[in-house]
């Protein structure tokens, strides 16, 4: 039974270096644990003020008896879902991550103009990727992983003068080869006294 103790609690802040999510394709080495390494994956840059926001369900439906009593739950959907918006909306990781790789074209800059992105919005299926949520608060690590997920919504923010541009998305996951959709590493922060 937890006992009320500040030492259970803590925010969602992200991690500063990499700003907290991270992305590689399905077959990088996954990380295993709240700090291990994260090679292979890229960064996306800021997100939005309101954080990674979990949206993931599990429905039931009631089978009840002629006598109107509930005899069974049964499980009817379970999905792993993730939103947030990302804000660097000039960065090619994410234009690649939202658009499709093969519909952005970069290039160079030149003594007129910085680097320019083409971009081709084709409707086609965004590629199954890894992902990695990353926070902190104090001491205490909360690492989330999806090994096989992909984007199943982007919906643009307004293009006004009092707000950042940027891209509200939805990242579903699926199940891996070991029948999991995510894993949560967490480190309580405490260290072992000797």
Not at 98 to 125: D, H, Q, R, W
Not at 138 to 163: G, T
Request: glycine content about 8%; proline content about 5%.
């Amino acid at each position: 039974m937890a006992l009320p103790s500040s030492k259970f609690i803590g925010a969602g802040t992200p991690v500063a270096v990499s700003g907290g999510v991270l992305v590689a394709p399905t077959s990088a080495t996954l990380p295993v644990g709240a700090s291990s390494p994260t090679t292979g994956f890229q960064p996306l840059g800021y997100v939005s003020e309101d954080g990674i926001e979990s949206k993931g369900e599990r429905k039931i439906e009631q089978i009840k008896d002629w006598n109107a009593d509930i005899i069974a739950n049964l499980q009817t959907e379970h999905s792993v879902r993730f939103g947030l918006t990302l804000y660097a909306v000039w960065d090619e990781d994410v234009l690649n991550e939202v658009f499709g790789k093969g519909n952005v074209t970069p290039g160079a800059a030149t003594a007129t103009n910085g680097k320019l992105y083409t971009i081709k919005e084709t409707g086609s299926v965004l590629p199954r990727r890894a992902w990695i949520f990353d926070m902190l608060s104090e001491n205490k690590k909360m690492r989330i992983v999806l090994p096989n997920a992909s984007i199943s919504q982007v919906q643009e923010r307004k293009f006004v003068s009092k707000e950042l541009a940027g891209f509200n998305i939805t990242i579903e996951a699926f199940k891996d080869d070991f029948n999991n959709k995510a894993y949560r590493y967490l480190d309580d922060g405490v260290l072992k006294t000797v």
